[in-house]
């Protein structure tokens, strides 16, 4: 409600800049409705001689005279704003659009019962068509921001499942993708009913809620109430010998961390602990934005990278991550904080950056430019959310990275163009492998060829994990 009011407002005070005096008319110190009278012949004739001096009479009369204008046209903006920043709060939506136009057509009636003598009519009507056009694009970016970066806003405006649907179709749906995707899938959900693991509850330093799963290595054992590993039978064993060896599995957009246990069932039965997190306002940790592997990068390590460090100080630790997830563990692979217990990183469909992913996007899906549409969104989500779309960028960080990486990629990737690996590939400064594999799609690798990518990331790891 306290939205739509404000949006109303917004309309009202364009009307209001029609009740104020004539522009550029107080210059001939003539009341408004007689042009002639008060007119000082000599003064005009004197002025019309001097260009010049007529231009800076009139700027100084017209900010003198039209001061109510000014205000009522810079309060309409800030209003605009006010609207657009809490949107996100109200969760209208584009539902909200309907107030916005018709606040605007409020403010674009008043000058049809106005005296259209003025000479200044055609300037007074398309100036607050020309405000309130970016009061609409405000709005329009505002919901497109919430429609992309909040996954509950997706849900309300059923974008979720419209994504979901044109992503699957754009993926490759050969018979062999489909067979190995059902077989990986019955294989995880069996294997799911007698694997021990546990939940775990994290806070991040701005209050928001996470949580993970974590599976340990050794999995003929139980769990106490503290979440520490103990032996099923303490008559037999008063310890568990836990590995070294750890992995980190990041999802990917609007996703969640059940989507990895697919993976999480490879690196348990090859002795790793492992991790599978949900990150930034996805699964049910909770956010703001997603954070497109920037705020994601900053969590990670601040919070469970941390977390395996206090239970093992020697850990060596792998990130794993799948398309934002992937980009979330090249943009740690840049920070000079990430702790030397990460010893590698395997990269299954990332992105360059998330400005050209939108960008392009935007344009394949909608057919509209990168500027200003990503532009505008990037500079609203630093006003809402804190922080820049156009630093989310894998590629800028794997230029300083020094962690051992593996890049996959499937050649026919729709979502994530396969020239986006051979980019980051080129871009690392760091130990690197890079396989493509051909005919897979997006995120379909371990689905096209089961063999060749589980055993390109075994040879890889043994590289750098020891046992």
């Known amino acids: 409600m306290i939205l739509r009011l404000l949006i109303l407002l917004t309309g009202y005070l364009w009307g209001c800049l029609f009740l104020t005096k004539p522009l550029w008319r107080a210059h001939t110190g003539s009341p408004a409705g007689n042009p002639d009278k008060g007119r000082n012949t000599n003064q005009s004739a004197n002025t019309g001689k001097n260009p010049d001096i007529r231009k800076r009479i009139s700027l100084r009369l017209f900010l003198k005279c039209n001061l109510k204008f000014i205000i009522f046209a810079i309060l309409s903006l800030v209003i605009s704003f006010i609207a657009a920043y809490i949107s996100y709060e109200t969760q209208l939506g584009y539902r909200f659009i309907p107030y916005s136009a018709l606040g605007c057509v409020l403010g674009l009636l008043f000058p049809l019962f106005r005296d259209l003598r003025y000479k200044q009519k055609a300037f ?24 992309a970066l909040i996954p509950a806003f997706m849900r309300r405006l059923d974008a979720f499942e419209e994504l979901t649907v044109k992503n699957y179709s754009e993926q490759v749906q050969t018979q062999d993708i489909k067979d190995n995707a059902k077989d990986a899938y019955n294989e995880t959900k069996e294997w799911l ?8 509850l994290a806070k991040s330093e701005d209050g928001y809620s996470f949580d993970a799963a ?17 032996p099923k039978d303490s008559s037999t064993a008063s310890s568990v010998q836990l590995s070294h060896k750890w992995a980190v599995l990041l999802h990917g957009y ?10 999480a069932k490879y690196y348990v039965e090859n002795g790793y602990n492992v991790l599978v997190p949900d990150l930034r306002c996805c699964g049910s940790s909770e956010g703001d934005f997603i954070g497109m592997g920037l705020t994601d990068a900053k969590d990670v390590n601040e919070i ?5 460090l206090k239970k093992d100080p020697n850990a060596q630790i792998v990130l794993h991550g799948q398309s934002m997830g992937a980009a979330t563990a090249l943009i740690m692979s840049g920070d000079n904080t990430l702790p030397a217990n990460v010893k590698a990183i395997v990269s299954d469909a990332a992105y360059t950056d998330a400005y050209s992913m939108f960008g392009d996007k935007a344009y394949k899906w909608f057919s509209l430019p990168p500027f200003p549409i990503v532009d505008s969104a990037c500079l609203m989500l630093v006003l809402r959310g804190g922080y820049n779309l156009k630093e989310a960028s894998p590629i800028d960080a794997v230029s300083q990275s020094h962690t051992p990486t ?9 979502m994530i163009d396969v020239s986006m690996a051979s980019q980051l590939f080129d871009s690392a400064t760091c130990k690197k492998e890079l396989q493509i594999f051909e005919g897979s799609g997006h995120a379909q690798n371990q689905d096209k060829d089961p063999e060749l990518f589980y055993g390109t990331i075994t040879s890889f790891l043994s590289k750098y994990i020891s046992d």
């Open 124 to 147: 007074r009507i398309i100036f607050p068509i020309f405000l309130s056009i970016i009061n609409l694009y405000i709005v329009l970016v505002n919901g497109a921001l919430n429609a």
């Open 193 to 200: 009913k007698g694997a021990l693991y546990a939940v775990y």
């Open 304 to 308: 469970w990278i941390s977390y395996i």
């Open 254 to 263: 609007t996703g969640w961390k059940e989507a990895m246990y697919e993976y």
């Open 214 to 230: 974590y599976f340990p290595s050794a999995q003929d054992a139980s769990f106490d109430e503290l979440g520490n590993v103990i």
């Open 406 to 414: 593996l890049f996959m990629h499937g050649s026919m990737d729709a």
